[in-house]
């Protein structure tokens, strides 16, 4: 079966755009930040070997390889929720008076929740990259820091949405509880870092 993050551009777009269930909202969320993140590497692309920029080139380097990162575990976070929602679609179909109902959900849920819950996460990275690339990166791609960062704003809040749409049904409240406190401590602390780059950027211009 061919990965969604192998199909063109517009393969994609049409995919989400039609009645299948995969991709969604968590996809989308995963994809949107690996977007923002290549546009940070791509702004350290233009900045490596400037003689204007050799006192941070390997700190540029450094988010660079990180980015990397990011980006091949964002693209796989796609194919994961992808994978979770077919057994949690299937889980809610049991019936309500089957024995095994609430057991099985519980654990779908469990599952389901990990992809956009890991999501959160690496935006909150993601952010905190173009930070430091707004920062020692090439004063003439700014505009690409200002366009990646919202790009994992966006996921960021996106992915958040997931993990509350997951964590609302679950029986342990606990654990539910738990996730939704960090989730939350992480989009109440990076949305202002988002914004304060975005709006750094933005100020060059005006």
Same mark, same amino acid.
């Given at each position: ?15 989400? *755009? ?15 930040? #690996? ?11 233009? /900045? %490596? ?32 929720? #992808? *994978? ?6 299937? #889980? ?14 519980? *654990?779908?849920?469990?599952?389901? %929740? ?44 996106? #992915?958040?949405?997931? @993990?509350? %749409?997951? /964590? ?7 654990? *539910? ?9 992480? @989009? ?19």
């Amino acid at each position: 079966m061919e990965r969604l993050t192998d199909k063109s551009c517009k393969d994609f777009v049409e995919v989400l *755009a039609s009645k299948e269930p995969v991709p969604g909202g968590g996809g989308a969320s995963a994809l949107v930040a #690996a977007l923002g993140t290549a546009l940070c590497s791509m702004v350290g692309n233009y /900045t %490596v070997g400037k003689k204007k920029y050799a006192d941070v080139e390997e700190d540029v380097k450094r988010i660079m390889a990180e980015c990397e990162e990011l980006q091949a575990q964002l693209l796989q976070l796609v194919e994961d929720d #992808a *994978a979770m929602f077919e057994p949690l679609s299937r #889980a809610y179909s049991i019936p309500k008076d089957d024995p095994k109902h609430d057991e099985v959900l519980e *654990a779908c849920l469990h599952d389901a %929740v990990k992809a956009p819950a890991e999501m959160v996460r690496l935006s909150c990275r993601a952010i905190d990259l173009h930070r430091e690339m707004g920062e020692k990166g090439s004063v003439m791609m700014l505009s690409d820091v200002g366009t990646g960062v919202v790009f994992c704003w966006s996921a960021l809040y996106g #992915a958040a949405l997931n @993990v509350k %749409v997951n /964590t609302k049904s679950m029986k342990d409240r606990a654990f *539910a509880d738990a996730l939704n406190k960090e989730v939350d401590g992480l @989009v109440e602390k990076y949305w202002k870092i988002a914004e304060e780059t975005y709006e750094k950027v933005k100020g060059r211009f005006e």
